[in-house]
Each structure stands twice: as structure tokens, then as C-alpha cells.
């Protein structure tokens, strides 16, 4: 079995709601955002916050998205507490990864606790609160990092990650910094970003 904490998001519901005026706003955003080349932060808010903000109230999927209750902030960190709970595990023990604003509250709790919160190509809002980050294109190149916290928690992964982060990283590959105890993570942005960037650009090929 599995435990899953996630938004609900009912699909069948909300496709029966819709009415062929509201789908068809719903295509010509989607065909927008496939026609756009470069997609950045000046995009976003000129045409995706007039057409959440606005638009999208005004049809019956506004109407259900008011409904939705995102799990992100404190309730990731409520969802997290009680996986804890249920395992009998205290949270010094558990390893989150978290990229963005909406995780910032459960890495920092993981963190505090002495467990292993990873900040993966990351942004501002989730890299000062984490023990360490890693910014790759792979996610596989975290499968160290986790065998090393299973033979010594903490301090091995701290050795390890510090090792990685003297040896530098290759290219879109394996760059690893250890944050804890460290206030100013404003070097390590710039490379998170970046690879953010590519790893979106590769994502968005695949719709």
C-alpha cells in the first residue's frame, strides 16, 4: 500500500460541467502556451493572470477550481506529520524533496528536526531551508545521497555531499551544495536556475 497526500482534483467532474464555450477557452490558452518559445516570469503574469484572475471565474470552472484545496505550505507539513505519526517515525528520520514555495514549510520542519530536506533544482523560496540542494537533470543522481543517509543518516550524507560539492558538477549534471548552517544561498541560485530552466524546456517538448 501507499500513502498519498495530494490536491483532489476531480477530472469526470468536471469535464461534465463544462460547456463547449468554456472548452474551447480552455484549448485557445493551451494552444498559447504550446505556440510560445520562451515562457518567463513577465509571460506568466501578463497572460496567465487575466485568464485565472478574470476569466476563469466567470465559467462553471471557476466555479469548482474555488473548490480545490491545494495540499502545499503548512498542509504538506500536516501530511507529513501524519505519515510520521502512522509509521512511528520522528521526523529526524525522513527525507522530503522540495523545489518551490510550496514546500518550503516541510522542508523547513525536516531541517530543524535533524532529518534531510533536499532542495532539487530549486528556487529562492525553498533553498534557505533546506540541509542540502542538488541541481541536475537527472534525479537519479540523488540515489547516492539516499544510500548514504541509510548507512548513516545525517553526518554521511553531509560527508558525501560535501565531497561532490569540492569536486563540482558536469555540465547539466551533479551539482551538489551542502545549505545547512548556511544563510546566504545566493551563489548556489544562479546554477538551480538554470538547470530549472532546461529541465522545463525538456518537459514542456513532452506535451
Known sequence: SQNVACTSFPLDKISQTLCKDELRLLEAMEKNILNTRSIDDDWIKKNLDPFY????????????????????????????????????????????????????????????????????????????YSTMGLAST??????????????GKRPAVERLVKG??????????????WLAGIEDVAAHLEIHARIRTVVREEAAKLS
Open 164 to 177: 561532490k560539492e569540492k569536486a563540482g558538477g558536469s555540465g547539466d549534471r551533479g551539482h551538489f551544495q
Open 53 to 128: 484572475l478574470k476569466k476563469l471565474p466567470k465559467t462553471n470552472l471557476g466555479v469548482l477550481l474555488e473548490q480545490v484545496r491545494p495540499v502545499g505550505g503548512q498542509r504538506k507539513v500536516e501530511a507529513l506529520e501524519l505519515f510520521a505519526q502512522a509509521q512511528d517515525e520522528p521526523l529526524s528520520n525522513w527525507v522530503v524533496v522540495g523545489d518551490s514555495i510550496t514546500d518550503f514549510k516541510m522542508l523547513q520542519a525536516v531541517d530543524n528536526a535533524g532529518g534531510l530536506a533536499i532542495a532539487f533544482n530549486a528556487n529562492e523560496y525553498a533553498l534557505p
Open 138 to 151: 537527472h534525479l537519479d543522481d540523488l540515489l547516492p545521497v539516499l544510500e548514504a543517509w541509510g548507512k
